[in-house]
Each structure stands twice: as structure tokens, then as C-alpha cells.
């Protein structure tokens, strides 16, 4: 699968960056 | 100039100046300062969100080193003082609003990407987020695998096929597949912040 994917989809797929966290505790 | 620094300091904090620059309205602000002062005195009471501050928000732990946490952190310390300060922390949650344009989103995730901060995007910086992203996951992918990702990547996003991807280039990119490509740059928890957290207080002031 993360061979059909660009790198950027990959990075956003793999929640590297999920700021969600922030409001969730 | 220490008088300089105090006077952006409280300009910084009032919500009316705050929400005409940003997504957010006046409530809205008055809920992100209870999520700031919860941040920003997670480990010492300073009145601004440190890099451990921000990385025990975002992974409850502040020793977890992350590319893209640091590279976050870097974009939202827009003064690049090594802390963020209440107003920092509300402009670029903006950003994340779920109102906010997707031109503005892009930007803010091409300037996220563009990690030696040239201007653009090139296949070593590409790489290096790969592999980080392989360092901070469970996924493991082999040299060869991680190289096709990168040849894919600038067969889609290169359009001038010079080896770099510019802003230009960049907007272009997203704009073709969006949903895929900002999906971390919208908070869904923003677009009514006071009723989603009812524990926070609309209190009548942002106090110092």
C-alpha cells in the first residue's frame, strides 16, 4: 500500500503531525 | 525596547485583536487561553508554551522527539524565541480552523515540509521526513520501497521537473487532491470550540 502513495499522503496518513491530540486530555 | 516587547505581549492577549486577525471569535479565544494556560503550565507555570510544554500536549511526554513536532513547534514560535506565546498559539490554530482557506492550510504545510527553510522542497528533505516518519511508526519499508515513494512524489508534485518542489508547484498539488494532503491541517475540535468544551470557562477577561 504505501508504495502507491506519495510521500506527502503517506506523511498525512501515518497522522505524523496530529494536533488533535492537543485538545483531547 | 523592553517596552516594545511588553506592549505586542498585551496586544497579543486581547481577544478582539486576536479575533479580528484570526477564524476565531472573541468566546472562541477566551476557550483557546484555558487550553494555553493548561499547555503553558504544564511543567513550569511561565505564561508560555515551552517545547516540552508542547510535545506532553501533543504525545503525553515531553521527552518524544518528533521531526514534525519540532518542525510544528518552529512554525507556530513565529517569532522564533524558542516558546510560544498566547497570541503565536491562536494565529496559527487558525490556520486549522476548519474555515480557513485551503491556500492558507497548504502554505502553512509547504513551509511544515520545506525543512532547511530554502523555499522549497527537495528529494532529500522528502527522505528525511520518510524516514522519520519510519522512525516515530511501526512501518518499516525497505531502501528501494522509500525510493519509489520519492520518484512518485515528484512525478506528481515536480510539473517543472527541475528537482524541487516550489510553492507554486506545491499549491497546484494540493489543489488536485486536498482531502488527502491536508488532512492533518484541519482541527475539527476548532469549528465551535465553546460549546465542544464545555469545561471551558467564557470568563469575563484573559488575565495576565
Known amino acids: 500500500k504505501p508504495v502507491s502513495m506519495n510521500a506527502f499522503e503517506l506523511i498525512c496518513r501515518s497522522q505524523s503531525f496530529n494536533l488533535d491530540s492537543l485538545f483531547e486530555k | ?77 513565529s517569532k522564533n524565541d524558542g516558546v510560544i506565546e498566547f497570541g503565536e498559539f491562536v494565529k496559527a490554530l487558525s490556520v486549522f480552523h476548519p474555515a480557513a482557506p485551503q491556500a492558507q492550510k497548504a502554505d502553512f504545510a509547504f513551509r511544515l515540509y520545506d525543512i532547511s527553510q530554502r523555499g522549497f522542497i527537495e528529494r532529500g528533505e522528502v527522505r528525511e521526513m520518510i524516514l522519520a516518519l519510519l522512525n516515530e511508526s511501526d512501518l518499516v519499508l525497505c531502501h528501494d520501497i522509500i525510493e519509489v515513494i520519492i520518484d512518485k512524489t515528484f512525478e506528481e508534485a515536480d510539473s517543472k521537473g527541475d528537482g524541487r518542489i516550489d510553492p507554486e508547484e506545491w499549491q497546484e498539488f494540493v489543489a488536485r487532491n486536498p482531502s488527502l494532503l491536508l488532512r492533518n491541517m484541519t482541527i475539527p475540535y476548532l469549528k465551535d470550540l465553546t460549546t465542544q468544551f464545555p469545561s471551558f470557562k467564557l470568563t469575563s477577561g484573559i488575565e495576565d
Open chain 2, 1 to 77: 525596547m523592553g517596552c516594545c516587547c511588553t506592549k505586542q505581549r498585551v496586544d497579543h492577549k486581547d481577544p478582539a485583536v486576536l479575533a479580528s486577525q484570526t477564524y476565531f471569535n472573541i468566546s472562541e479565544i477566551e476557550a483557546l487561553y484555558d487550553l494555553f494556560k493548561k499547555l503553558s503550565s504544564s511543567i513550569i507555570h511561565d505564561g508560555v508554551i515551552s517545547k516540552e510544554e508542547f510535545q506532553l500536549g501533543l504525545f503525553g511526554s515531553s521527552e518524544k522527539r518528533s521531526l514534525f513536532a519540532d518542525r510544528v513547534f518552529q512554525l507556530f514560535d
